[in-house]
């Protein structure tokens, strides 16, 4: 199984990206699904996250910019994200919870190799 993140770039405050998380492999189910990010210096720290019945939670300093969505059909995880400012620079990663194909599918948490975005003022 391997999550890869995508749509990392560099933007001037105010402006938009959109982050992808594609899950692969003997995937039997993905559950829940989120975003973290990590500034240099600083810890890894949750951004948003999503059920697989699309229930939603965002972190404080997102909430009203960034969207958490999710295609169950593809096992893709999105983040649009909106009116962004300089404290948003970091690395994004996406993390989910998986059942792998199994005569008992065990569940495992995955995460993915993150991408960069970086916010100028």
């Known amino acids: 199984v391997q999550l890869q993140a995508s749509g990392g770039g560099s933007v001037q405050t105010g402006g938009s990206l959109r982050l992808s998380c594609v899950a692969s492999?003997?995937?039997?189910?993905?559950?829940?699904m989120a975003w973290y990010r990590q500034a240099p210096g600083e810890q890894r720290e949750m951004v948003a996250a999503?059920?697989?019945?699309?229930?939603?939670n965002y972190t404080l300093s997102v909430k009203g910019r960034f969207t958490i969505s999710r295609d169950n059909a593809q096992n893709t995880m999105y983040l649009q994200m909106n009116s962004l400012k300089p404290e948003d620079t970091a690395v994004y990663y996406c993390?989910?919870?998986?059942?792998?194909?199994?005569?008992?599918?065990?569940?495992?948490?995955?995460w993915g190799q993150g991408t960069l975005v970086t916010v100028s003022s």
């Open positions: 993390k989910a919870r998986i059942r792998t194909i199994a005569v008992i599918p065990p569940e495992y948490e995955y």
């Open positions: 999503i059920t697989k019945g699309g229930s939603t």
């Open positions: 492999g003997r995937i039997f189910s993905v559950n829940e």
